[in-house]
């Protein structure tokens, strides 16, 4: 009987073991795909920039509040026949970085003279369909048509982290075509 009862104990100290070692292990697979082929960007979309509407700082009182969007184009051409769909994929650049919890760009305007930078905003970006579209991830896509033109609508707009402060607000992000 004492014998059943350790080979009991060392067996139940050898799933616990296990259990323990297996829940603080994993990977993580990347997959994608590359191709030859892309669209041209047209010439007045490869560098745009949005001014935002001046707003009071009433209008982002409390974290979650937005306002002041404003729409943007992206405009391609030359898309070779066997891309049917262009979509825009955005991360961060420069100094403007990314909220994890939010996924928008963050503040980085800088003081100029008189104005101090904005506190509590960022700058969140929208689909076509005005859904938030977190930095890093992308955007909703277009149809190419038969002339090999395409034109995706996103929206850039201010988001409150909190009470926000009168000042500037300055955020960059980069684009990447792709192919859904």
């Known amino acids: 009987m004492r014998n059943f009862k350790l080979a009991l104990c060392v067996l139940s100290l050898g799933l616990v073991s296990g259990f323990t070692h297996a829940a603080t292990q994993g990977t993580v697979e990347f997959n994608g795909k590359l191709i030859n082929e892309t669209c041209k960007i047209d010439d007045d979309s490869v560098d745009i920039v949005v001014q935002l509407p001046t707003l009071s700082t009433q209008t982002l009182t409390a974290a979650g509040d ?20 262009v979509a825009a994929h ?5 100094g403007s970085g990314s909220d994890a919890s939010t996924g928008n760009l963050t503040n980085d305007a800088k003081a100029s ?13 929208y689909n076509s369909d005005e859904k938030p579209l977190a930095l890093g991830a ?18 850039g707009g201010y988001y409150a982290t909190g009470k926000t402060t009168a000042g500037l607000v300055h955020a960059k992000a980069r684009y990447t075509l792709s192919y859904p």
């Open 113 to 125: 003279g008189d104005d101090v930078a904005a506190t509590n905003v960022q700058i969140r970006l």
């Open 90 to 94: 955005f991360e961060a650049i420069g």
């Open 138 to 155: 992308t955007g909703s896509a277009a149809a190419v048509d038969s002339t090999g033109k395409a034109s995706m609508r996103y929206y």
């Open 66 to 85: 937005t306002g002041g969007s404003r729409l943007f184009d992206i405009s391609v051409n030359s898309c070779p026949a066997s891309i049917t769909k």
